[in-house]
Structures are given as structure tokens and as C-alpha cells.
């Protein structure tokens, strides 16, 4: 799950890590009392107006403005609210920005890139940073990889003060900012655990001409398989940045993931899901969507995923791959046929069932009253289901 900027700050700033804060608004009547509130609370005379949104590269968008005095921050905040914000995260469509944060204007000396989050290769936590904050790390480790540095946090450890060190030596600080990047680090460490962070990433983390260092920019996101460890983070979620389709599938704890193929996927269990969008690509079609339905699948699961797969307009074809180990195969394909025949689907539907009573399933299949093409090996499948989402 993610949050915004501002949310992710606020937990920030509850671990004692110095944050740019500021005042997050949703209508357009609150603009100036946040401008002023800013003013008050922090002294601010010159502002920075932040779109509120779940996508990287805000700031060549166009949703981030500075702005010198309040005039302006008004003009700023009139001109983002309300926009649609398109950054190479958002895509084409972009994304629409229902919140902006009024936040001081900071004198910054220095900017860095600093993040946490597992390194699957060692199944252990990486600390990292970079001297060149602000920038896309993608590109950073595209063209200069020797700017990034790493620490690897041994399991039961955490991030030991001299590894903390070592980071703060490698941004290039000295005398009393290397005690404060030390100190933060742990902190934000402490955070990643204990908030069961999957990623948390500041960018930039500044030197300001002050000699403090402060988190400018604040990304978290968490583990959704511990959120009931934590229902005050389970409450910030926006729904309005998420995909409505995915949004519905959870509903029915159906595992999906919007893409912008022709071809509908309805498989059980990630790794087969995985290699059937693979398989599709090979034989030269294209994925619409990642679709799991988990391993007890049933008549009111296929009907939920066909209903979640034909939302989107561009599917021409349907490919249900389907292994039967915790369900037999044959009752798989009697759901399938139920699904059909009461959702009157209109696309073609190619069946690929594999595992317990597979023979039986498959005879089901083919003595049936709907329109169901049955695939007889995986490669067969992608064939079929390529060719029929082109006729």
C-alpha cells in the first residue's frame, strides 16, 4: 500500500526525523489560511505548493512550484489543484491532483537520495544512498552506479552506528551533519521495521546553508499482508489513487493488476499467472491484465474474475489456465460453464485446465452447450487464445 507525501512526513516526523513540513488542503476556499498557518507555524516567507499524488517526477509534471512570496503560492496552488498531472509514473491518462501541500521554502546547499528496502538476491535489508538527490535513481544506476553506496543489514541486527556512519562519510558530509545523517538513518531505519515498510525513500534528502539536514520529500510504502498490525496506516489509504478495477477485485480478494494488452488472463497462483502472461508474449499477443484467483476456485470466483477482466474494454479474448490441485479440475469446469452461460459473454474464451480429473474436466468441456475453446497443452493455449483475440 502507499501513501502521500504528507502522510508519509507525518510518520517521519514521529520518529523525530526532520522533515520540510508544512499544510496539506483539498478546496481551493482553504488556500490562503494555509499559506498563513505555513507562515505562522514555521516562518516561512517563501513557499513550495506540492502536488499530492502516488507518482515520481511530480516536479517536471509541472506540480511542483516554488513560489517567492504568498501571491504567488496562491496563483501556484489555483493552477495544481485540480489539475491532471501527467509524470512517466502516471502514464498518458495522469492522475488527478485532489490535494496540494504548502510547505516552507527551504535555503538547500546539498541534495541526496536515500532509501531502504530488501534486497531479494540476499534476502536482507539494503540501506541506500546517493549523492545525486533529486534525480531519478533509475537513472543514477543507469549512468553512474558508483554513486550509489549500500549497506547490507544483517537479520536481527538493524543498521549498526557504524554502517550508519559509513553512509554519511559516503554523501560526502563532515563535522556535525555527519552526526545528524547518522542519527537519521537509524531512526529511519527503525521506522522501515517496526511500520513493516516494504520501500521508504527520501528524495531529496537536503543540507540546508543552515548545516541542517532535512527529509525534503517522503515516500513509504508498506507490506499489505501486515496491515492488520497496523489499521492507522490501513486508514490513510486514498483510494481515489488507486485503480478502480483493482480496487473492486480486492473486494473479492482476486489478485489483479490492470496492463494494456487484448488478451484477459484469469490463472491460479502467481508463478503460473506469471509464466501465462510470459507464454502469451512469446507467441506474439499481449496481456491485458494479472489475474490470480488463488487456489480455491469456484463457480463465484470465475464469475468475479470475468466480471473484473471484460471492465476493461480493450480485451478481445479470455485465457483461464487453471491448475487443479486444492480443486479438481472437473468442478473447475463446470463453474466456468455456469460463469459463461449467466454472464452471456460476447469474447472468445479459450480453457486450459491441468491436475486432478483433467480428462473428466476436459469431456465436460466439449459436451457443453457454450462457446468454450479447450487448449490442450500450455503452449496450445497461448496459440488459441492469440489467434482468437486477433479474429
Not at 189 to 194: D, F, I, M, P, S
Not at 244 to 261: M, Q, R, S, W
Not at 332 to 338: L, R, V
Amino acid at each position: 500500500m502507499k501513501i502521500h507525501e504528507y502522510q508519509a512526513k507525518k510518520l517521519l516526523k514521529s520518529y523525530g526525523i526532520p522533515i520540510q513540513d508544512g499544510v496539506t488542503i483539498n478546496d481551493l476556499a482553504q488556500a490562503e489560511a494555509a499559506i498563513d498557518q505555513v507562515s505562522k507555524d514555521f516562518g516561512a516567507e517563501q513557499y513550495i505548493i506540492k502536488a499530492q499524488v502516488h507518482a515520481g517526477g511530480r516536479g517536471k509534471g509541472g506540480g511542483v512550484k516554488f513560489s517567492p512570496d504568498k501571491a504567488s503560492a496562491l496563483e501556484h496552488i489555483k493552477s495544481i489543484l485540480g489539475m491532471t498531472l501527467v509524470t512517466h509514473q502516471t502514464g498518458p491518462e495522469g492522475r488527478r491532483v485532489r490535494k496540494v501541500m504548502v510547505a516552507e521554502a527551504l535555503d538547500i546547499k546539498q541534495e541526496f537520495y536515500v532509501a531502504i528496502t530488501l534486497d531479494r538476491s540476499t534476502g536482507r535489508n539494503v540501506f541506500m544512498v546517493s549523492s545525486e538527490g533529486g534525480m531519478e535513481i533509475e537513472e543514477v544506476a543507469k549512468t553512474s552506479p558508483e554513486k550509489i553506496v549500500k549497506e547490507s543489514i544483517l537479520p536481527g541486527m538493524g543498521l549498526r552506528t557504524f554502517q550508519a556512519r559509513n553512509l554519511a562519510l559516503a554523501l560526502g558530509l563532515d563535522g556535525a551533519a555527519i552526526r545528524q545523517a547518522t542519527g537519521l538513518f537509524q531512526k529511519l531505519y527503525k521506522l522501515y521495521r517496526e511500520m513493516d515498510g516494504s520501500i521508504v525513500e527520501i528524495n531529496p534528502l537536503v543540507l540546508t546553508e543552515q548545516g541542517n539536514i532535512i527529509a525534503l520529500d517522503a515516500k513509504i510504502n508498506f507490506d499489505d499482508n501486515a496491515l492488520y498490525l497496523h489499521p492507522d496506516v490501513a486508514e490513510m489509504r486514498d483510494l481515489d489513487e488507486e485503480d478502480p478495477t483493482e480496487v473492486e477485485a480486492g473486494k473479492y480478494d482476486l489478485n489483479y493488476i490492470k496492463l494494456e494488452g487484448t488478451i484477459g488472463c484469469m490463472v491460479n497462483g502467481a508463478g503460473l499467472a506469471m509464466s501465462t502472461m510470459d507464454i502469451i508474449k512469446q507467441v506474439g499477443g499481449s496481456p491485458a491484465n494479472f489475474l490470480d484467483v488463488g487456489g480455491g476456485a469456484n463457480v463465484e470466483t470465475v464469475k468475479n474474475g470475468f466480471r473484473i477482466i471484460l471492465s476493461d474494454e480493450n480485451v478481445k479474448a479470455v485465457l483461464i489456465n487453471i491448475f487443479g490441485g486444492i480443486v479438481r479440475c472437473d468442478r473447475i469446469a463446470n463453474g466456468i460453464i455456469e460463469a459463461v452461460k449467466e454472464l452471456d459473454l460476447d469474447v472468445p474464451v479459450v480453457v486450459r485446465l491441468e491436475g486432478t480429473n483433467a480428462v473428466v474436466a476436459k469431456e465436460i468441456l466439449a459436451n457443453s452447450d457454450v462457446s468454450i475453446i479447450s487448449a490442450d497443452s500450455f503452449k496450445d493455449a497461448a496459440n488459441k487464445v492469440v489467434e482468437a483475440a486477433r479474429g
